[in-house]
Each structure stands twice: as structure tokens, then as C-alpha cells.
């Protein structure tokens, strides 16, 4: 190796560097993890260098052959880890431009976002845990390039190794959690939520517009985004991060007096930097701010493409029965899509949304049953309330899954051998209008008689109500 390292150190060609990454793929895994250091320098040395700075092709090449050799070791050296990360950092970040993305070649970029991507998946646990301690700053400016370029570039490859490159510095990547989407070193989680409860509102922000974007090509970048929304989300917003009253100390009966003791200006809204990250008024906060991510992802329960869906359900089962306290806010929401893609047509969405929603119900303590019970009940009348209008639109799928949705909230008010649930809701008087109304919309849509022969329970219920009223 000493003669092909020397000839990429004077003269990194394409050619020296293909000869070096077939003769490093040959080697064992334990002989590149002992001379990594020696293996790497050189293309430390020309990344940091100005003179190739404008040599984009070379450029890209030698960062390929970085990355060969980043997926056979562990890094154990923080300073070659600093280098490499600032150094690839510099090539890719300019503050002047949209994004704050360089204006080089697509196929440099992606070079880029994908050897950050194995520096982050590679480097031991001692080095992970002082870059948390001391360079959150970087990561942070890593990440923020990283969701723009998944935003705002064309090259779908691309895009999706910046998505990836996201969940591989905010630690939330595949290979750095347990299928649970738990943290493998679960003694970084407290540095890992003061790091992202610094950036959620962006990162989320900018990968729910990547979700959204109309132009995005197939659907496996919308999957990427939705996954990478519910692992950062959820990580940082879990219920057993809130402080629970048995966890209160003198100190902070000490800070709330002292805060009580401050005059309170009126006029200025408080803002996310106003509140101590991770309190209890900061997660009430984030949790008002996040809804609004969250239902802007809402018209993907109808992508035509059943990842996307899955992906969907995914999310909101985990905020549903993992961020049901710290989200609640979002809970309505949620419920809604998965109560429609319940009777989702692919049997491997509907199962989720299913068990996610009985186990929702079931893991509800008596205490708060009844809150349990309101929400339902207003979901289900908003949604009989909108169900005239959305059955006039022309868009079947909107249609199916309004249906769905009022067969959900039926199943879920009479199961459990508790019809009275449903009666009780259907009842009441708002509801049992907006339920005439919609049934007698839908009815001037099939006119046969024989649809209006048979007569179900609640049907027969309704009808002696709607007469007597």
C-alpha cells in the first residue's frame, strides 16, 4: 500500500485513486481499521487543499475513495473525524447562496452527502459523545445543509442521500437504532434531545415541504422524508421525556417563584427561545407548533402509492401510542388518518392503522376515558359535518376515504361490547343532524329502493329520532 498511498498524495488522478480503492476493497476489514489513519490522510490533505478547490471531478473521486475506506473502519481519532467532517463542510457550504448550498455539480454533491453519511455511521462511541458535547454547532450546520438540499435540488439520488445524511447526524439513522427506533447507545439519548430540540422546528419544517414537494419523482424520497420525520419527531417528543409531578425538586419550586416574581410583559408573544429547552412550557409549546406539521402531511393518506401510506401510518401511530401526551394537540389529527387508512385497500397498511387504534383505546387508564371518548365524538361529528361537501368533489379518493373515516369512528365508538358509546354519540343533537344531513345527501347519490330497504340498529335508532324530533 505504500507505493499506491504515495502516488495518490503527490498525484491523486483518477487512475492512482481507482488503483487504491481496488486494492483497499482486497484488504481485510481488520487490516484498513489498523492503518485507517495512513489510509486516509492523503485524501484528508487534497479535500482541505485550494488548489484542486475548482476540480470538481477530482474532487468527487477522491471523496469516493475516502468513503471506500470510511465503510470498512471505525474511526478512532476525533481530530481525523473533525477534519474530514469541516473539510467536506467548507466544499459544500455557501453561506451566499440559496439554501446555503454551493453552487458545484450535482454528482459532487451527492459524493459529499454520502461520505458525511458514512463518517457519522463509522466513528466509535467516545467520539460521538464529545462531538454531541462540543461541536453541536457543526452538527447543526451539517443537518441544516443537508434537509435544504434534500428541498431544494432536482437529482433524486441526491435528495435522498441528504435525507439520509439528516437521520445520520441527528443519530435517528437505521443503523444507529434498534427496530423499535430506539437509540443502540441509549446513554447519548439527553445530548441527542438537547441537540434536536434546538433544530426540530427547521428540520421538520423543511422535510415536511420535501414530503409535500408535487414535483417529487416516484415516491421513495416521500417515504425517506416521512421516516425521517417520525424518527426525529418522536425521539425528541416521547412521552417519558416529560416531567412528571413525583420528579419536582425544591429547585424547581425555587424557579417558579422566580418566575412568578418577573414583571410579564403582555405585549410580546412568547417564542420557543423565550422557554428552558425540554421544560414542561417548552413541550407545550412545540407540541401547538408541531400540529401544524403534522396536519399538512394529512393528504398523503391518499398518495396512490401504498409505501407512502404505510410510511404515513407509521408516523401517526407513533405519535399516537409513543407521543400521545407531549402531541396531544395532534391526537385528533392523527386519529383521522389512521381511522381512514384502517379500510385501506392494502391489507399490510390496514392491519397497522387497526392494531395502532385498538391499542390506542385499550392502553387508555379509566381516568381518561372520557376525554378519550369527547375526542371521538367531535372527530366524528366534524367529519359527518364535512361529508356533504366532500361527497360533491370529484375526487374518488377523497371520497373513499371520508367513508372510511365515518366506518372507522363507528367501529372504534361500538367495539369493545360497548354500543351505548355510539348510540351516546350519535344522540346528541349537533351530531344527529349533521348525520340526517349526510345521509340524505349520500342518498340523493343512489336512489335505488332496494338501498333503502334494509335497516341496520343505529339506522332504525336514527330514524325514530329524526321522526319524534
Not at 198 to 213: E, H, S, Y
Request: net charge positive; aromatic share 4%.
Amino acid at each position: 500500500m505504500k507505493p499506491i498511498c504515495d502516488m495518490v498524495m503527490v498525484c491523486p488522478s483518477p487512475e492512482n485513486v481507482v488503483r487504491f480503492i481496488a486494492i483497499v476493497s482486497e484488504l481485510k476489514k481488520e487490516d484498513v481499521q489498523e492503518l485507517q489513519q495512513y489510509f486516509l490522510f492523503p485524501f484528508i490533505t487534497h479535500i482541505r487543499s485550494a488548489e484542486i478547490k475548482t476540480k470538481y471531478e477530482q474532487q468527487r473521486v477522491i471523496i469516493d475513495a475516502m468513503r471506500v475506506v470510511l465503510e470498512k473502519i471505525t474511526v478512532t481519532s476525533f481530530e481525523m473525524c473533525m477534519k474530514i467532517e469541516t473539510g467536506l463542510l467548507t466544499t459544500i457550504f455557501d453561506k451566499t447562496k440559496p439554501g446555503m448550498i454551493a453552487d458545484i455539480p450535482e454528482e459532487l454533491k451527492l459524493s459529499i452527502m454520502k461520505c458525511l453519511t458514512a463518517l457519522m455511521l463509522h466513528i466509535d462511541s467516545p467520539i460521538r459523545l464529545k462531538l454531541l458535547n462540543t461541536q453541536v454547532p457543526l452538527l447543526a450546520q451539517t443537518v441544516f445543509v443537508s434537509v435544504h438540499m434534500a428541498k431544494l435540488e432536482k437529482f433524486r439520488a441526491l435528495r435522498l442521500a441528504a435525507i439520509h445524511n439528516v437521520t445520520a447526524h441527528t443519530i435517528t439513522h437505521e443503523q444507529l437504532t434498534n427496530d423499535k427506533y430506539h437509540l443502540k447507545e441509549s446513554n447519548l439519548e439527553p445530548l441527542v434531545l438537547d441537540m434536536l430540540s434546538g433544530i426540530l422546528p427547521g428540520v421538520l419544517a423543511a422535510l415536511q415541504d420535501v414530503a409535500m414537494c408535487k414535483e417529487n419523482p416516484g415516491h421513495a424520497i416521500v417515504v425517506a422524508a416521512l421516516n425521517a420525520t417520525h424518527r426525529v419527531l418522536c425521539l425528541t417528543m416521547h412521552d417519558k421525556r416529560l416531567q412528571k409531578k413525583t420528579d419536582l425538586t425544591p429547585q424547581d419550586f425555587a424557579n417558579m417563584i422566580a418566575v412568578k416574581c418577573k414583571p410579564v410583559d403582555n405585549d410580546v408573544s412568547r417564542k420557543a427561545k423565550d422557554f428552558v429547552r425540554r421544560s414542561p412550557e417548552w413541550y407545550a409549546m412545540a407540541g401547538e407548533k408541531l400540529t401544524l406539521v403534522v396536519r399538512s402531511l394529512v393528504p398523503l393518506r391518499t398518495h396512490e402509492h401504498y409505501k407512502v401510506r404505510l410510511e404515513l401510518a407509521v408516523l401517526c401511530s407513533r405519535i399516537l401510542n409513543e407521543c400521545n401526551a407531549a402531541l396531544q394537540p395532534s391526537i385528533p389529527v392523527v386519529l383521522d388518518v389512521l381511522m381512514s387508512l384502517a379500510r385501506d385497500p392494502q391489507p399490510e397498511v390496514a392491519e397497522l392503522c387497526g392494531r395502532a387504534v385498538d391499542s390506542y383505546l385499550a392502553a387508555t387508564p379509566p381516568s381518561g376515558a372520557r376525554d378519550t371518548l369527547e375526542c371521538l365524538r367531535d372527530n366524528l361529528l366534524a367529519t359527518l359535518t364535512n361529508l356533504p361537501r366532500i361527497l360533491n368533489n370529484i375526487d374518488t379518493g377523497r371520497k373513499l376515504a371520508a367513508l372510511n373515516l365515518v366506518h372507522g369512528y363507528v367501529r372504534a365508538l361500538s367495539g369493545g361490547a360497548r354500543p351505548q358509546r355510539l348510540t351516546a354519540a350519535v344522540t346528541s343533537r349537533a351530531t344527529l343532524h349533521a348525520l340526517c344531513a349526510a345521509l340524505r345527501h349520500a342518498a340523493t347519490h343512489r336512489t335505488h329502493p332496494a338501498l333503502l330497504v334494509p335497516r341496520t340498529q343505529i339506522g332504525t335508532r336514527v330514524s325514530t329520532l329524526f321522526r319524534s324530533g
